[in-house]
C-alpha cells in the first residue's frame, strides 16, 4: 500500500537536497521546527496541509509541482503492485511481451 | 494560499459523485464513519495517509490519479494567484497579449 505522508517526505528531501539546503535553512524559513520538519521528511509525521505550504514556499516548490512529484511516484508504486499480483503464467507473458 | 486537504476533498467528492455513489456507501466500504468523510470532502479534517488510501480504494481511484488531479487544480490555482499578484500594468498587458 502507498503511504503517502512517506512519497510526500521523500520529494520534499529530494527537492531540498537538490538545492543544497540543510534542514535547519528549510526549518527556519518555513518556521517549523527541525526536528518535526526530519520527521515529516522521513514519513513519520503527517504535516497539515497549512505546514506543507509553508515548507514548499520555504523551497520555492509549488503545491502542483510537490504533488505531482508525489503523483509520479505513486505511479510506479502501483505499477509494480500491478504486476507482482498477476498471475505467474501472466507474467512471464508480460516478461517476454517487453522483451520483444 | 492553496489549502491541500480542500482541493483533496473537493477531488474524492468529485470522483465519488461521477460514479452515482452515496456517502454512506463509500464509509461503509473504505470502513471510516459517515461524519468523518463528509468532514474529509469538505475539507475540514486532515484525512491521514492510510485512511486517504482506503478512501481511495473504496473508489476504485488510484492514488496517482487522486494526486495528479489534486496537482491540476494546485497548478490552476498557481495560474491565477500568479496573475492576480502582477503589478496592474502588466497584467493588462497579458489581457491586451491574449486577445491578440
Given at each position: 500500500m502507498i503511504v503517502l505522508r512517506r512519497e510526500v517526505g521523500d520529494v520534499l528531501r529530494g527537492h531540498r537536497q537538490a538545492q543544497g539546503r540543510t534542514l535547519r535553512e528549510i526549518s527556519a524559513s518555513a518556521a517549523v521546527s527541525l526536528g518535526y520538519l526530519s520527521e515529516v521528511e522521513r514519513g513519520e509525521k503527517e504535516a497539515s496541509s497549512e505546514l506543507l505550504a509553508s515548507i514548499c514556499g520555504a523551497l520555492n516548490?509549488?503545491?502542483s509541482k510537490m504533488l505531482s512529484d508525489v503523483s509520479d511516484r505513486a505511479a510506479e508504486s502501483e505499477a509494480v503492485s500491478a504486476l507482482v499480483t498477476l498471475p505467474v503464467a501472466r507474467r512471464s507473458d508480460l516478461?517476454?511481451?517487453s522483451a520483444a
Open positions: 516548490l509549488p503545491m516478461v517476454r511481451a
